[in-house]
């Protein structure tokens, strides 16, 4: 019985052993050839505009293809694989560059267009406070001065009824309203 569970436990481990070590060879062979996507990002980013950014992982791309070419040359088939997969990874780290500077780029840019936004945000909530304290400041004038006109009246009659009041020579003078100049 002993025996059985051995043999049955040793069939597992060496079917899972196949299973993990069979299916990373599969996976290399299925995918695209890494060395020609590696080639195409390396041209690609080997451009003017985004050769300062990508500069350190742009050579090791390029360093890790000049060694896969040279372990082809050799015959060591399987490290060439290795290092085209490493040029490919180095190319893909350097369109990761490339993207994360344009995307801080549009970042900054949509900032700056926020912090532009919140100053006139700020100025035009000022002149709305300011407009509303002169309506208030109208407000409490034009209630003032209604309130001193009834008082004003009234008194006015009293005493022009009692006796007339000295003239000083000067006469209120009204002003005439103002019309708009069209110019």
């Known amino acids: 019985m002993k025996r059985a569970r051995l043999k049955a436990a040793l069939v597992l481990a060496s079917l899972s052993l196949f299973c993990v070590l069979g299916s990373e060879k599969p996976a290399l062979a299925a995918g695209p050839d890494p060395a020609a996507e590696a080639q195409r990002l390396v041209t690609l980013l080997d451009a003017p505009a985004t050769r300062s950014v990508v500069a350190d992982p742009l050579a090791k791309a390029k360093a890790a293809q000049q060694r896969a070419q040279n372990a082809r040359g050799a ?13 490919l ?4 780290v350097a369109d990761d560059l490339v993207r994360t500077a344009t995307a801080e780029q549009k970042l900054s840019d949509v900032q700056k267009q926020v912090s532009d936004l919140e100053q006139k945000t700020v100025r035009t909530q000022a002149l709305i406070e300011e407009t509303i304290a002169r309506r208030g400041r109208a407000e409490l ?5 209604e309130a001193a006109k009834p008082a004003t ?11 007339k009041a000295p003239a000083t020579g000067k006469e209120p003078v009204s002003k005439p309203a103002k019309v708009g100049s069209k110019k």
């Open 89 to 92: 990874t180095w190319a893909q």
């Open 153 to 163: 009246g009234k008194a006015g009659a009293s005493k022009a009824g009692a006796s």
């Open 141 to 145: 004038n034009l209630t003032n001065a």
């Open 75 to 87: 015959g060591d088939l399987h490290h060439a694989t290795e290092l085209d997969v490493l040029a």
